[in-house]
């Protein structure tokens, strides 16, 4: 690892550690930490605001895609998009089901 994936690795442990919820990733059958926010995001060449979560890329499946459904906050959503985010992060952009 260089020290700039190590430094980034390190600030999304800190921010998950301060300012994350448990988010249930029921079609992967995980319970994984993740930012919930609803800002701006881009998706499909248009800015809109919309329900996001930012989380560990260790914490993403593999076989992500669209329709994948979670539970926030007694809530449930599905997965919309999934984009790089920063090192060692992942936004997954959600919609209501």
């Known amino acids: 690892m260089t020290l700039a994936s190590d430094i980034a690795s390190d600030l999304a442990d800190v921010f998950?550690?301060?300012?994350?919820?448990?988010?249930t990733a029921t079609t992967w059958g995980t319970a994984p930490l993740a930012i919930f926010d609803n800002d701006y995001v881009e998706y499909n060449d248009v800015s809109t605001v919309a329900p996001f979560l930012l989380m560990r890329d260790s914490d993403v499946s593999i076989s992500a895609r669209s329709g994948d459904l979670f539970t926030v906050d007694c809530i449930n959503y599905k997965l919309v998009d999934k984009q790089y985010f920063d090192p060692s992060m992942t936004r997954i952009i959600l919609g209501l089901v």
């Open 16 to 23: 998950l550690t301060d300012f994350a919820v448990t988010v």
